[in-house]
């Protein structure tokens, strides 16, 4: 009993670390830390891929929150809040802002967009608390993260 436990603590871990990364589900399924398809580890790929897809299609709105979040995935807020704090350790608000500042991330290696217009761009309606966030995330301001191209 004690092994089949401890199997199940070790599979959640896995879990958690794999959906942490935001990473899509099989960018990851080729890799030999990918835990076995079980039923579970399927259906939590579904919800998972659901979630994103419903994240990026409204990735710029600034008015998109954990609510609406819910809405698409079709769940109330507090199951949305379970599940993703299951899968990722962060809650629907802190799971888009951070998937919000990856892109923006993104954006600023790839483009020679203004800080104010990536802000706007990944749904921050205002710059100077976008860069705050950035800044306290990754340890450089966005104009500052720019230049070293990390």
């Given at each position: 009993m004690l092994l089949l436990l401890a199997q199940q603590l070790t599979l959640r871990r896995r879990l958690m670390e794999r959906y942490?990364?935001?990473?899509l589900?099989?960018?990851?399924?080729?890799?030999s830390e990918a835990p076995a398809d079980t039923l579970d580890t399927l259906l939590e790929d579904t919800f998972f891929k659901q979630v994103l897809e419903a994240?990026?299609?409204?990735?710029?709105?600034a008015d998109f929150g954990g609510e609406e979040l819910a809405r698409a995935v079709f769940l109330?807020?507090?199951?949305?809040?379970?599940?993703?704090?299951a899968l990722t350790g962060k809650s629907s608000v802190q799971?888009?802002?951070?998937?919000?500042?990856?892109?923006?991330?993104?954006l600023?290696?790839?483009?020679?967009?203004?800080?104010?217009?990536v802000a706007d761009a990944v749904g921050f309606r205002d710059a100077s608390y976008f860069a705050r966030v950035f800044a306290r995330e990754f340890g450089?301001?966005?104009?500052e993260w720019r230049v070293s191209g990390d």
């Open positions: 942490a990364a935001l990473q589900p099989e960018a990851k399924a080729a890799s994240t990026h299609a409204h990735l710029a709105d109330s807020l507090s199951q949305l809040n379970r599940k993703l704090n799971f888009l802002r951070d998937l919000r500042l990856r892109r923006a991330q993104e600023l290696h790839q483009t020679d967009l203004p800080v104010a217009a450089a301001t966005p104009s």
